[in-house]
Nanobody
Framework: QVQLVESGGGLVQTVGSLRLSCAASGRTFRTSGMSWFRQASGKEREFVAA????????DYADSVKGRFSISRDNDRNTGYLKMNSLKPEDTAVYFCAVSTWGWAARTVERYTYWGQGTQVTVSS
């Protein structure tokens, strides 16, 4: 069983930056793929970024490529999402998710564990 707790969300102005953290319990995290998804009000949940268990493979949605960076620290059982050049359309609840696969990519069905989400609001 893995429990995930996100933090680092908040209110930021356009072109500002935030770093989200996802603290995981249990040893499974160290061998598991991890991703960030987001859900804006009235919209479906969408993929943002993924990282494999060793941290040497990543994938990004086109809408965030070049602005966001996903990383992880397996010694700390923590994943991160650094968000730069934020835009109002990045406003959403951000969720971290952990898979039992070492690399789960964008496939929502491969993610077994989900955090409760953290709100990111970007003002124009």
């Amino acid at each position: 069983q893995v429990q995930l707790v996100e933090s680092g969300g908040g209110l930021v102005q356009t072109v500002g930056s935030l770093r989200l953290s996802c603290a995981a319990s249990g040893r499974t995290f160290r061998t598991s793929g991890m991703s960030w998804f987001r859900q804006a009000s009235g919209k479906e949940r969408e993929f943002v970024a993924a990282i494999n268990w060793t941290g040497d493979r990543t994938d990004y949605a086109d809408s965030v490529k070049g602005r966001f960076s996903i990383s992880r620290d397996n010694d700390r059982n923590t994943g991160y999402l650094k968000m730069n050049s934020l835009k109002p359309e990045d406003t959403a609840v951000y969720f971290c998710a952990v898979s039992t696969w070492g690399w789960a990519a964008r496939t929502v069905e491969r993610y077994t564990y989900w955090g409760q989400g953290t709100q990111v609001t970007v003002s124009s």
